[in-house]
C-alpha cells in the first residue's frame, strides 16, 4: 500500500486505561513491567476457600494452584457519581461497576469529554466470557432471585456504557474465549474503517469470582500448578488465572490529527481467523491457523513481517500451544529478518497472570508502551527454554532483561496475538506513533493562565485540586507541559461537575500554591472568569485562550470509592440513625435537608421498596401514603425520627 492509503485505513490508539494485578494505571503498569515484578498472589478469601480446594496433584474437583492474579478492593465503587443508590450498586456485577469507572479514566486519557459524545454514533465493544456474580446470586436459591438480576446478563456490560454515557453506535458483548478483546478491538477498528462510528470504545472484563473453571481447567491439564504462567519455559504447565479491567479509545488516525487528539500508538491492521479443521479438535490449537492470521494481519497493515520488532504474545504457558506460537512468529516473521536483529517476543502474562477474555487488551496496553517507550521489558518465569521449540532455526528471542527497540529509520512496529479456545484467533497490528511537536514554554509575561477543575462531590473536589497540585510541583508530571496547554486542556477536554475550582497564576508553582489555599492573583481580568466558572457558568474558552492548545495528559478523576457486596452493609456516610440508612441505601446522588426526593432517585418503585424494609427494620407497619406525601430529605428524616421513637 501508498503510504496514504495506509494512514486513510489506520486508527489512532487515543487513550488507554486498565485496573490489573498490581496495577490501576498504565503508568502503574508500565513500572512493574520494566521493574520485572509478578503481581500474582494467594487467592483471597472473598473468591474462595482455597484451602478446601488445592490440590498439589491435578484431581477431579481440586484446583491445582493457590494462587492468580487478583484484583484488590474489587468490590469498590463510587456509586453517587454514577447515579446509583447503595442498593444498586451492591446488585450490581463488580465487573459493570469496574468497567464504568475504567471507561471513563480512559475517555479522560483521550481528552473526550463525555457530554461532547452524548447523542454520537460512537460504539462499544467489549470482550467477556464470565458471568460469576449473577451465577452466584442465582444459586442462592429461588426465593433469593429478584428482577434485579436482570441488569447483570451479560449483554448488559456494553448496553451498560452505551447507557450512561448516551452513545447510539453499535453495543456488542464479543465472546470467543481468551481472543475476546482483541476480537473487540478487530471489530472496533472495522466500524471506524468504514464509517459506521466516529470513535470506538473497546474494552475486556474478567473478574473469576467463583472457583469452576479453575476446577475444569485442572481436570483437562491446562492450570498452572504453582500460579504462574510460564511462557516459553521448559516447566511451562499451564495458565494463572487473573482478572483485568482494560479500555481503550479508538478514532480513524486522520480524524485524530484533525481533532488534536494525542496519538499513543497507530493500529495499522488487524485480523481474525478460525482454525476451521485444521487441528483433529475444536479445542486444540493449529499451527496453520496462527499462521493465517498472522499473514492477514501484516497484509492488512501493508507491512513486511520482516519489519516486526516486537510481539506481544498470547503467551499462556501452555505446553501445547507454547510451541506452535513460537514456530508461527518464526515462520512468518522470521522469513528475511535479518540475523542481527532477532524478533523481540514476550507475554505479560508472566507478570500478571492469564486475564482471559480481557488478557488480549492487557497485552495491546503492554504493546502501546513498550512503543512509547522504545523498549521492551522482561517476559519473567523463563529459566529453561522449551525444548520442543527449535531456538536455533527460529529468529527470535524471549528478552530476559528491559531491552531497547532498535533504533531504525521508520516508526517501530509491534503485533499482538490473541487465541481462543473457540479456535478463534486474532492479530493486531501497531506502530509507533509520529513524535509530536513539542512547544516551549511561553514567555512569562504572556500569561497568567486560568486553570479550572471540577468534581462531583466536594471531597473529590479536594482530591482533585490535590492531584493537580502534585501534577504541577517540580518531580510532577505536569513539568514536561507548557502551562497554557496544561490550562487548556483542563478546560476543554474535561467534563465540567457541579463542584468548582479555578485559580490564576503565572507559573506551575503559582496554580500549585493556589490550589492549596496560598492566596492567588487578584484583579486581573480572569479572576472575574474564574469567579464565574465557580458560580457554575460555562465560560467562552476559545475567547480565555485565543488559539487553541495542545492536549497534553492531567491528572485522572478522584473516584470516592466504597465497598458493595451482597450482605454486608455498606461503610455508613451519611450517619447511623434510619433516615440515614434509607438515604444511603436508596440515594443516587449528593443531597442536603432541602433537596427533592425524587431529585435525588427515590421516585414511586423505591417508596415501595423502602416500605418494605422499614417495617422489617422497625418491627411496625408503616404507611406507604405517609411516605408517599414526604417531599424533601428533610422531611423524610423528620419522619423516620418519629418511627424510630415508636419503635423503642
Known amino acids: ?200 470504545i473497546a474494552a475486556g472484563v474478567n473478574l473469576a469470582l467463583r472457583p469452576d473453571e479453575g476446577l475444569v481447567l485442572t481436570h483437562a491439564g491446562g492450570m498452572a500448578g504453582d500460579g504462574r504462567s510460564k511462557f516459553g519455559d521448559a516447566s511451562a504447565d499451564g495458565y494463572s488465572p487473573s482478572d483485568a479491567v482494560a479500555v481503550v479509545v479508538l478514532k480513524r488516525l486522520q480524524d485524530a490529527i484533525a481533532d488534536g487528539d494525542r496519538i499513543r500508538a497507530v493500529i495499522q491492521g488487524s485480523a481474525v481467523s478460525n482454525d476451521g479443521r485444521t487441528s483433529d479438535s475444536v479445542l486444540n490449537p493449529s499451527l496453520q491457523g496462527q499462521l493465517d492470521v498472522l499473514r492477514w494481519a501484516y497484509e492488512d497493515a501493508g507491512i513486511d513481517p520482516a519489519d516486526v520488532d516486537y510481539v506481544e504474545a498470547h503467551g499462556s504457558g501452555q505446553p501445547a500451544l507454547d510451541p506452535l506460537e513460537l514456530r508461527a512468529l518464526g515462520e512468518v516473521c522470521g522469513a528475511g529478518r535479518p540475523a542481527d536483529r532477532p524478533l523481540l517476543v514476550g507475554s505479560v502474562k508472566t507478570n500478571i497472570g492469564h486475564a482471559e477474555a480481557a488478557g488480549g487488551l492487557a497485552g495491546l496496553i503492554k504493546a502501546v508502551l513498550c512503543l512509547e517507550h522504545g523498549q521492551v521489558p522482561a517476559s519473567l ?85 490535590a492531584a493537580y497540585a502534585r501534577h504541577l510541583r517540580p518531580g510532577g508530571a505536569g513539568q514536561a507541559h507548557c502551562l497554557r496547554d496544561i490550562c487548556y486542556s483542563a478546560a476543554t477536554r474535561r467534563t465540567h461537575h457541579a463542584h468548582r475550582m479555578a485559580v490564576v497564576g503565572r507559573t506551575h508553582e503559582e496554580l500549585a500554591a493556589a490550589l492549596t489555599g496560598a492566596p492567588g492573583m487578584t484583579g486581573h481580568p480572569l479572576s472575574a472568569v474564574a469567579a464565574a466558572y465557580v458560580a457554575g457558568e460555562e465560560p467562552s474558552w476559545p475567547s480565555v485562550f485565543g488559539e487553541p492548545g495542545r492536549f497534553v495528559p492531567l491528572p485522572g478523576y478522584p473516584w470516592q470509592m466504597r465497598r458493595y457486596w451482597p450482605g454486608e452493609e455498606p461503610a455508613a456516610a451519611d450517619g447511623d440513625d434510619l433516615a440515614g440508612w434509607v438515604l444511603r441505601e436508596h440515594a443516587r446522588t449528593g443531597f442536603d435537608d432541602g433537596s427533592s426526593l425524587t431529585d435525588i432517585g427515590i421516585d414511586s418503585l423505591a417508596k415501595l421498596r423502602i416500605v418494605v424494609e422499614l417495617a422489617k427494620r422497625c418491627h411496625q407497619e408503616v404507611d406507604p401514603e405517609e411516605l408517599g406525601r414526604l417531599r424533601t430529605v428533610g422531611e423524610l428524616r423528620q419522619w423516620t425520627r418519629t418511627l424510630e421513637a415508636a419503635a423503642r
Open 1 to 200: 500500500m501508498k503510504r496514504s492509503d495506509v494512514d486513510a485505513r489506520s486508527v489512532a490508539v487515543i487513550g488507554m486505561a486498565c485496573r490489573l494485578p498490581g496495577a490501576s494505571a498504565p503508568d502503574e503498569l508500565w513500572a512493574l513491567l520494566r521493574d520485572a515484578v509478578d503481581t500474582t498472589s494467594e487467592t483471597p478469601r472473598d473468591r474462595y476457600d482455597v484451602d478446601a480446594l488445592h490440590s498439589p496433584e491435578p484431581r477431579q474437583g481440586r484446583i491445582a494452584a493457590r494462587r492468580g492474579g487478583y484484583l484488590e478492593q474489587m468490590a469498590d465503587f463510587d456509586a453517587e457519581f454514577f447515579g446509583m443508590s447503595a442498593t444498586e450498586a451492591t446488585e450490581l456485577d463488580p465487573q459493570q461497576r469496574l468497567l464504568l469507572m475504567t471507561t471513563w479514566d480512559a475517555l479522560e486519557d483521550a481528552g473526550q469529554r463525555p457530554d461532547q459524545l452524548a447523542g454520537s454514533r460512537a460504539a462499544v465493544f467489549v470482550g467477556n466470557t464470565r458471568a460469576d456474580h449473577l451465577e452466584l446470586a442465582l444459586r442462592r436459591g429461588p426465593e433469593t432471585v429478584t428482577a434485579a438480576q436482570l441488569n447483570n446478563f451479560r449483554s448488559l456490560l456494553a448496553a451498560r456504557l452505551s447507557h450512561f454515557f448516551d452513545l447510539r453506535g453499535p453495543s456488542v458483548v464479543v465472546d470467543t474465549a481468551c481472543s475476546s478483546s482483541l476480537v473487540a478491538v478487530h471489530q472496533a477498528v472495522q466500524s471506524l474503517r468504514c464509517g459506521e462510528s466516529p470513535l470506538a
Open 381 to 465: 518465569n523463563v529459566t529453561t527454554p522449551n525444548p520442543n521449540v527449535p531456538w536455533d532455526s527460529l529468529p527470535l528471542t524471549l528478552p530476559s532483561t528491559l531491552q531497547d527497540l532498535p533504533a531504525l529509520d521508520r516508526p517501530a512496529v509491534a503485533g499482538v496475538s490473541g487465541q481462543g479456545s473457540s479456535a478463534l484467533n486474532a492479530h493486531i497490528v501497531l506502530r509507533q506513533a509520529d513524535t509530536p511537536r513539542v512547544r516551549t514554554e511561553p514567555p512569562a509575561d504572556e500569561g497568567p493562565y486560568l486553570l479550572a477543575i471540577s468534581a462531583h462531590s466536594e471531597a473529590a473536589l479536594a482530591d482533585l485540586a
